[in-house]
């Protein structure tokens, strides 16, 4: 007993000494609700004003998410900086974790990251269907509608009678519900390039002067129909729209996008190359 | 009880009262923490809440860190870090009676953090503890490429109790402005707590635009917040310049490594100053198919552009098609980092009128030992 007194005297002394070597520091206890909010607002906070990538800005993440990983759009705020940057194991994991969580809001939109930074045109196709699943309609992802961006996909997996079949879908429906200057002038050039791709030239220029009429300048619709003039053997008049073409495309008038190169883009070079075709075939035949 | 077992129990008492917290009797001092833990210095964790009045806007939360150091009987320290353990400011305070006189500030640049501004401050004293405060606060400091002046007003300060502990209560008014202009482009009132054993506890104030609130998360030592603050974490997308397949003996950025930003920065981007159209001929023009073996997957090619438009730091890192690390052969990564060598000139980001260094990316999307595409 008196050894088992000693004992418990000599702990108590252990334990003051460890007490006093080690303060208790202040730390918050928060409710569970409470970290919900603030798992919100950390994603806000992450971006306020920190660089996007930056640690600072990751770390707003991680604590977030050690708060409540429930929320999809931390899972792709991660992903975010890893798409623009070429990180793509990285991508792939958090878009999953993301879309696994609200498929409604982030299928359609991984749908188009496969898209347009990846040209995994099956996966995109799957996204799109995955998202429209979910919300129970055709719906949109980065403003760009589903059938719009369906209708790309198969442009470029080139099965184009389908991808006609998702452009028109999309274009009918927007000149129903909201009329023909609301519909994507980028859809009906697809859809012009589609339909030359099927050889119903006719077809495709009638496409491009309703694309015209949205927007008058875009030089990518007078390179094609450039390239139709001298498909035809109509030599001044390829020549003729070359010029337009370049005028407009040294403005800056043509399809792309911000951080990835557009299916089909045009380039200077391509405008030269065609004219240069024109001029041979010019002085060839006189 | 035997003499030995009265000696332990007597040593326990000691033991215990030797470890309460001293109290400073400072009008000031005491409402930090005991003498010894401000002598050695602690770290707050702060959350920062942002509530914009606009309630369409949402809610946002900063982390932030501040270390407070007493240096001597009249005079602490505090040094403020971001949620990434960057210095973001210093500050050296001096007690004169109950007034709080903010002595020296500076603030670090985040991207050279070699640059430090330090604070214009056309009025020191930031509060009287104990009495009724006539003159305002001011301070005038750089952000971004701006300078704005801060203002504030004690209108009162009062003792009330916070987690059943003595705590100081300041009600002040405080507007922002920048420099050379009257008009107010935030302003409201604040309350500033201080909590004995705690110190600064929380903030509340409620602007023109924000309502924000600084609330005290957790506390610990300097030891465990330099051992947080070695994270080992970079940037997303950050090169180890030491490790890396290009020779960059010649390769020198032009600013400090962590203002290396990215192509997409500057518009337009940053990207092959020939345009893609051109790169991509210097490509095929060089490219040896035998070399690619009927590999599929993402060869990515990740570099940094300085300022000069001369790439470097080059690394290749392979994908397949599920967008799982995988290994291309060597041969395929040497013979197309041969071709890039061949692309010399690249348009850098530029922002804000300046060349900057910067991160860029090609992808080459094989399939069965063909390119079907190079992107971005």
């Given at each position: 007993?008196?050894?088992?007194?000693?004992?418990?005297?000599?702990?108590?002394?252990?334990?003051?000494?460890?007490?006093?070597?080690?303060k208790e520091w202040y730390k918050k206890e928060l409710s569970?609700?409470i970290e919900?909010?603030y798992?919100?607002q950390?994603?806000?906070?992450?971006?306020?004003?920190?660089?996007?990538?930056?640690?600072?800005?990751?770390?707003?993440?991680?604590?977030?998410?050690?708060?409540?990983?429930?929320?999809?759009?931390?899972?792709?705020?991660?992903?975010?900086?890893?798409?623009?940057?070429?990180?793509?194991?990285?991508?792939?994991?958090?878009?999953?974790?993301?879309?696994?969580?609200?498929?409604?809001?982030?299928?359609?939109?991984?749908?188009?990251?496969?898209?347009?930074?990846?040209?995994?045109?099956?996966?995109?196709?799957?996204?799109?269907?995955?998202?429209?699943?979910?919300?129970?309609?055709?719906?949109?992802?980065?403003?760009?509608?589903?059938?719009?961006?369906?209708?790309?996909?198969?442009?470029?997996?080139?099965?184009?009678?389908?991808?006609?079949?998702?452009?028109?879908?999309?274009?009918?429906?927007?000149?129903?519900?909201?009329?023909?200057?609301?519909?994507?002038?980028?859809?009906?050039?697809?859809?012009?390039?589609?339909?030359?791709?099927?050889?119903?030239?006719?077809?495709?220029?009638?496409?491009?002067?309703?694309?015209?009429?949205?927007?008058?300048?875009?030089?990518?619709?007078?390179?094609?129909?450039?390239?139709?003039?001298?498909?035809?053997?109509?030599?001044?008049?390829?020549?003729?729209?070359?010029?337009?073409?370049?005028?407009?495309?040294?403005?800056?008038?043509?399809?792309?996008?911000?951080?990835?190169?557009?299916?089909?883009?045009?380039?200077?070079?391509?405008?030269?190359?065609?004219?240069?075709?024109?001029?041979?075939?010019?002085?060839?035949?006189? | 009880?035997?003499?030995?077992?009265?000696?332990?129990?007597?040593?326990?008492?000691?033991?215990?009262?030797?470890?309460?917290q001293e109290v400073s009797d400072h009008p000031v001092f005491k409402y930090f923490p005991s003498e010894d833990v401000f002598r050695e210095g602690y770290v707050s964790k702060y959350y920062y809440h942002f509530y914009?009045?606009?309630?369409?806007?949402?809610?946002?939360t900063e982390i932030s860190y501040i270390k407070y150091v007493k240096?001597?009987?009249?005079?602490y320290k505090t040094e403020t870090y971001?949620a990434?353990?960057?210095?973001?400011s210093?500050r050296?305070f001096?007690l004169?009676?109950d007034?709080v006189?903010l002595?020296?500030?500076?603030?670090?640049?985040?991207?050279?953090?070699?640059?430090?501004?330090?604070?214009?401050?056309?009025?020191?004293?930031t509060a009287t503890w104990d009495?009724?405060k006539?003159?305002?606060y001011?301070?005038?400091?750089?952000?971004?490429?701006?300078?704005?002046?801060?203002?504030e007003?004690q209108k009162s300060v009062y003792d009330t109790l916070i987690k059943d502990q003595p705590a100081k209560a300041f009600i002040n008014?405080y507007?922002?402005?920048?420099?050379?202009?009257?008009?107010?482009?935030?302003?409201g009132n604040i309350k500033t707590l201080y909590v004995q054993g705690l110190g600064f506890f929380g903030a509340e104030s409620q602007g023109?635009?924000?309502a924000r609130q600084t609330e005290l998360i957790e506390q610990m030592s300097i030891?465990e917040f330099?051992?947080?603050?070695?994270?080992?974490?970079?940037?997303?997308?950050?090169?180890?310049?030491?490790?890396?397949?290009?020779?960059?003996?010649?390769?020198?950025?032009?600013?400090?490594?962590?203002?290396?930003?990215?192509?997409?920065?500057?518009?337009?981007?940053?990207?092959?100053?020939?345009?893609?159209?051109?790169?991509?001929?210097?490509?095929?023009?060089?490219?040896?198919?035998?070399?690619?073996?009927?590999?599929?997957?993402?060869?990515?090619?990740?570099?940094?552009?300085?300022?000069?438009?001369?790439?470097?730091?080059?690394?290749?890192?392979?994908?397949?098609?599920?967008?799982?690390?995988?290994?291309?052969?060597?041969?395929?990564?040497?013979?197309?980092?041969?071709?890039?060598?061949?692309?010399?000139?690249?348009?850098?980001?530029?922002?804000?009128?300046?060349?900057?260094?910067?991160?860029?990316?090609?992808?080459?999307?094989?399939?069965?030992?063909?390119?079907?595409?190079?992107?971005?």
């Amino acid at each position: 007993m008196v050894r088992s007194l000693t004992y418990f005297h000599s702990l108590l002394i252990i334990l003051a000494l460890a007490s006093f070597s080690q303060k208790e520091w202040y730390k918050k206890e928060l409710s569970e609700e409470i970290e919900k909010q603030y798992a919100k607002q950390l994603l806000e906070g992450g971006s306020y004003s920190s660089y996007q990538g930056s640690v600072p800005e990751q770390m707003h993440y991680y604590e977030a998410i050690r708060m409540d990983s429930s929320i999809a759009e931390l899972w792709r705020e991660f992903g975010t900086a890893r798409v623009k940057r070429g990180i793509l194991d990285e991508m792939y994991y958090f878009y999953g974790e993301a879309v696994e969580r609200d498929p409604a809001v982030w299928a359609g939109f991984r749908g188009y990251l496969y898209l347009y930074f990846y040209r995994d045109f099956e996966r995109a196709i799957a996204d799109f269907n995955l998202g429209d699943q979910a919300n129970g309609q055709v719906d949109y992802s980065q403003g760009q509608n589903h059938d719009y961006m369906r209708g790309i996909a198969y442009y470029g997996l080139n099965n184009y009678p389908q991808a006609l079949d998702q452009l028109n879908s999309y274009i009918d429906q927007t000149i129903e519900e909201a009329g023909a200057e609301w519909v994507d002038v980028y859809a009906l050039l697809y859809k012009g390039l589609s339909l030359i791709k099927l050889d119903r030239i006719d077809e495709a220029l009638k496409t491009f002067d309703e694309a015209e009429k949205i927007y008058p300048k875009l030089s990518d619709l007078f390179y094609h129909r450039a390239r139709m003039a001298f498909m035809k053997g109509e030599y001044t008049q390829a020549l003729e729209l070359i010029g337009i073409t370049r005028n407009y495309f040294s403005e800056g008038y043509y399809h792309q996008r911000p951080y990835v190169e557009v299916l089909d883009q045009i380039y200077l070079q391509d405008i030269d190359q065609l004219e240069g075709e024109v001029r041979e075939a010019i002085s060839g035949s006189g | 009880m035997k003499l030995t077992q009265f000696k332990n129990l007597a040593i326990f008492c000691l033991l215990l009262l030797g470890c309460k917290q001293e109290v400073s009797d400072h009008p000031v001092f005491k409402y930090f923490p005991s003498e010894d833990v401000f002598r050695e210095g602690y770290v707050s964790k702060y959350y920062y809440h942002f509530y914009p009045n606009d309630k369409g806007r949402d809610a946002a939360t900063e982390i932030s860190y501040i270390k407070y150091v007493k240096l001597d009987e009249v005079r602490y320290k505090t040094e403020t870090y971001n949620a990434g353990f960057d210095l973001e400011s210093e500050r050296n305070f001096l007690l004169e009676g109950d007034s709080v006189i903010l002595e020296y500030g500076s603030q670090t640049s985040l991207y050279t953090p070699a640059d430090t501004n330090d604070y214009v401050i056309p009025a020191k004293t930031t509060a009287t503890w104990d009495s009724e405060k006539q003159s305002p606060y001011q301070v005038q400091y750089t952000f971004g490429e701006q300078d704005y002046v801060y203002t504030e007003y004690q209108k009162s300060v009062y003792d009330t109790l916070i987690k059943d502990q003595p705590a100081k209560a300041f009600i002040n008014t405080y507007d922002y402005k920048k420099v050379g202009q009257d008009s107010v482009l935030d302003g409201g009132n604040i309350k500033t707590l201080y909590v004995q054993g705690l110190g600064f506890f929380g903030a509340e104030s409620q602007g023109d635009r924000y309502a924000r609130q600084t609330e005290l998360i957790e506390q610990m030592s300097i030891e465990e917040f330099e051992k947080r603050s070695k994270h080992g974490m970079h940037r997303v997308a950050w090169i180890d310049p030491e490790n890396t397949i290009s020779d960059d003996s010649d390769f020198k950025i032009c600013g400090h490594e962590r203002a290396i930003a990215d192509y997409y920065n500057s518009d337009p981007d940053g990207r092959y100053i020939h345009t893609k159209q051109a790169m991509l001929d210097t490509i095929k023009a060089h490219l040896d198919e035998s070399k690619l073996f009927d590999q599929s997957g993402r060869l990515v090619f990740r570099f940094v552009v300085n300022c000069e438009g001369k790439a470097g730091r080059f690394i290749a890192e392979g994908y397949d098609m599920s967008y799982q690390k995988m290994t291309f052969r060597q041969e395929t990564i040497d013979h197309l980092f041969d071709i890039f060598q061949k692309l010399k000139e690249w348009r850098p980001t530029v922002i804000r009128g300046k060349a900057r260094d910067a991160y860029f990316y090609i992808t080459f999307n094989l399939e069965n030992g063909k390119i079907v595409n190079i992107l971005p």
